[in-house]
């Protein structure tokens, strides 16, 4: 029997060399690899600023705070999402106010949108997430775009885009469009830092507290000190900060990872197109429903929903699958659905039909470069036996 991880990172670019030369610099923290690391990122993206730092959860941290969220501001964000998205909220005495999402893409809609800014006109933030790497309409030259109603509206956008990069929508990279994109470089992702993440902005404003809020809300940088002409060991302390830089070991490895994202997007292409082709004909399962070319999707989830009529209902499923060697997972149990939501927020599943339909049957296969042709065979040979 095959045993088949449902995630495994691909580190054969420059990843060893390039930590060889930080373990090597006398520099382990956050230095030249992680302003490296930003201008090729920044320049990838074609967007201003770009901040390394130490997750996807403290981009979104920063973003919120930068953008002056506090006690008793209301932020939308999607149920369908991890609770990063809406523990950050928390953090700064706001609250969340979840919204369903479009069944078979997960995404929040401009319909879904433009009533939850009706029933809620006080909203100061939207957080769209791009689902698995597919980014979510935020741009459209109709102006029915999602940054488009949040800008006629004044709400500001933070992307958590911690599944999309390399994404793009409507020809654009995500993080070039909105107010603030927040992406992720855990161990799974497209690309990887082990732990880490970027937060991207056009926005001068936004890009100074961030920079100042990432490291305890200090007025220069370590490595600034360090590297000055000038005897200069002084530095201000404005604004009570956060801990959130990322150091260059990681770095390094991001840095390699980037060389080679596109092809890496691509690798997860290949297993996203092999699974659609394979899975197309089954009448008990549902694809994702796909707005943007395969080749603009990061490809971080390839998920397929079980519906009512599937001979295994999902745990059983995912157990099935497990006794024959191959990993699975589940994105996600809704937000409304955990028990610190759910009873702080006194939140219904009937307020959610799409992600209650969603979650009842979804489950995420194995999608990364190194899964060869022969395992997607075995997958879905298993899938077509255990849903005959
Ligand atoms: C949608 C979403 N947002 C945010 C995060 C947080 O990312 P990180 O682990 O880099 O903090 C994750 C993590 O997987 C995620 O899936």
Partial sequence: MKQIPFAKVVCDGNELAYIREVLESGWLTTA?????????????????????????????????????????????????????????????????????VEYGSCLVTDKILNQALADHPDAKVFMPVHYGGQAAKISEADGTGLFDICRAKGVRMVEDAAHAFPARCNGRMVGEIGDVACFS?????????????????????????????????????????????????????????????????????????????????????????????????????????LHVPMSDHAWHLFHIILKDDSPVPRNQFIELMAERGIGTSVHYKPLHRMTYYREHYRLQPEDYPNAERIWKGCVSLPIYPSLSEEELEYICTNITEILK
Avoid at 48 to 73: F, K, M, P, Q, W
Avoid at 202 to 221: F, P, S, T, W, Y
Wanted: charged share 30%; hydrophobic share 40%.
């Fill in 185 to 289: 470089f855990y161990a799974n992702k497209t690309i990887t830092t082990g732990e880490g993440g970027m937060l991207t902005t056009n926005d001068e404003k936004i890009a100074q507290r961030v920079k100042i809020m990432r490291l305890h809300g200090i007025n220069r940088d370590a490595w600034d000190r360090y590297t000055s002409n000038k005897v200069s060991w002084e530095y201000d302390v404005v604004a009570p900060g956060f801990k959130y830089n990322m150091p260059d070991t990681a770095a390094a490895v991001g840095l390699a990872q980037l060389e080679r994202a596109e092809f890496l997007r691509k690798e997860r292409e290949r297993c996203a197109r092999f699974y659609l082709d394979r899975l197309e004909g089954f009448d008990c399962i549902d694809l994702p429903l």
């Fill in 32 to 100: 030249d690899k992680a302003h490296r690391f930003e201008k090729e990122f920044r320049d990838l993206i074609k967007v201003r600023y770009a901040y390394a730092v130490n997750s996807c959860t403290a981009a979104l941290h920063l973003a919120l705070e930068a953008l002056g969220i506090g006690t008793g501001d209301k932020v939308l964000v999607p149920t369908m999402t991890f609770t990063a998205t809406a523990e950050v909220v928390r953090y700064l005495g706001a609250d969340p106010v979840f919204l369903d």
